[in-house]
């Protein structure tokens, strides 16, 4: 159900709060600023390519930014380390190759909580968030040049391995095991949103509180910007990679957003994409995007993912049962639904584009 290309989200944000963005609803109009504001704190916007993505991090010049911003790196590059399930060198990958075998593989506790807490979201979603997905790899190639859609048969045996409650977590011997041949755990679906909790912890554990942080499809900002909320864009689905519908005004959360749009191809007018529903392998139906609002960066990232999955009235209903969790979504049909406590924040700038159906 996740991307099954690294780090091709599906969703791309952008920090509508950056000097180059449109003015903030708030702000005072040309020529009428206050002499006596204390002056604004010039932030700096530090980018680097990793995890299969471009990482983002804007942070006050006066903290040190530099230092900050390296250490904001190092935060996810040891995450990319241990967590990832393209690189063959990672605790991950050793667990996914040893699937089957009657012993479990050694990893770090942080791999084992992180694999515990992809269980938890799971039973959370009903099974919509599902950390096994990964064993339909190589099913699915949203990069070929003549694209088609897999053997049916195919896509049944692999999603028969998929089934995130078979995972086995032990933590007094420090393993974790699959306990059938074929099956993956593929954390794509929630590493950047865990690295984005840790980089945004130790950025407050150095003392600041005000930052923002990108990963791929994923915003997480703290504090206020120049005393004012940030601003977070969300992607018009059937539009540019620069056209968003809507703005959200946040401040101490995180954003993410899953869509259709970013790894897919088209075969007789239906678009297949990159996000599949673990108990079909075949791609979801129902939503263009879905994007997810809650001061939790992992939870953050793994909702935005099952809500694509269960669908609009499965979905809202999730997140609105969930306490310190808003989402808006975008149905098939280009209609906009929102949880009820994005009342005053969610700001539509211009309806989705029309479209109907699955293309």
């Known amino acids: 159900m996740f991307a099954l290309l690294a780090g091709l989200v599906a969703l791309v944000l952008a920090f509508l709060g950056r000097p180059s963005g449109p003015a903030h609803p708030d702000a005072a109009p040309a020529g009428a600023a206050d002499s006596t504001a204390a002056p604004e704190v010039v932030y700096r916007n530090f980018t680097e390519p990793m995890m299969g993505t471009t990482l983002q991090a ?3 010049e006066s903290a040190g930014a530099d230092s900050l911003a390296r250490a904001v790196f190092d935060v996810f590059r040891e995450v990319d380390a241990r967590m990832s399930e393209w ?3 990672s605790p991950l990958s050793a667990v996914n190759a040893a699937a089957g075998e009657p012993e479990g593989i050694p990893v770090p506790g942080d791999l084992r909580a992180l694999v515990t807490r992809g269980k938890e979201i799971g039973d959370l979603t009903h099974g ?3 950390i096994t997905w990964a064993a339909l790899w190589g099913v699915w190639d949203f990069k070929a040049e003549s694209p088609h859609v897999p053997d049916p048969g195919l896509v049944a045996a692999r999603a028969a391995l998929v089934d995130y409650r078979r995972v086995e977590v032990d933590d007094a011997a420090g393993t974790v095991r699959l306990p059938r041949a074929g099956m993956k755990i593929g954390l ?3 590493a950047k949103g865990y690295a984005l909790d840790r980089a945004a912890a130790m950025l407050r554990g150095r003392g600041l509180r005000s930052f923002m942080l990108l990963a791929g499809g994923q915003v997480l900002v703290a504090g206020e910007k120049n005393g004012r909320p940030w601003r977070v864009g969300i992607r018009d689905p059937r539009s540019g990679p620069e056209d968003y519908f809507a703005q959200l005004t946040v401040q101490d959360v995180s954003v993410s957003t899953s869509g259709d749009y970013e790894s897919f191809f088209i075969v007789d007018g239906v678009r297949y994409h990159h996000i599949l529903d673990p108990s079909t392998g075949m791609p979801a139906r129902g939503l263009r995007s879905a994007t997810v609002v809650t001061p939790d960066g992992t939870l953050a990232d793994a909702l ?3 809500l694509m999955v269960l669908g ?4 809202l209903a999730l997140a609105e049962s969930l306490p310190g969790v808003e989402a808006v979504l975008v149905d098939d049909q280009g209609q906009v639904r ?3 406590g994005l009342a005053g ?3 539509e700038v211009h309806p989705p584009t029309a479209g109907y159906g699955s293309d």
């Not at 609009?312 to 979905?315: A, D």
């Open 58 to 60: 804007q942070l006050p």
């Open 312 to 315: 609009p009235e499965r979905g």
């Open 345 to 347: 924040r969610l700001v």
């Open 304 to 306: 935005s993912t099952a």
């Open 338 to 340: 929102w949880t009820a």
């Open 128 to 130: 919509a968030f599902d």
């Open 87 to 89: 690189k063959p060198t």
């Open 188 to 190: 794509g679906g929630i």
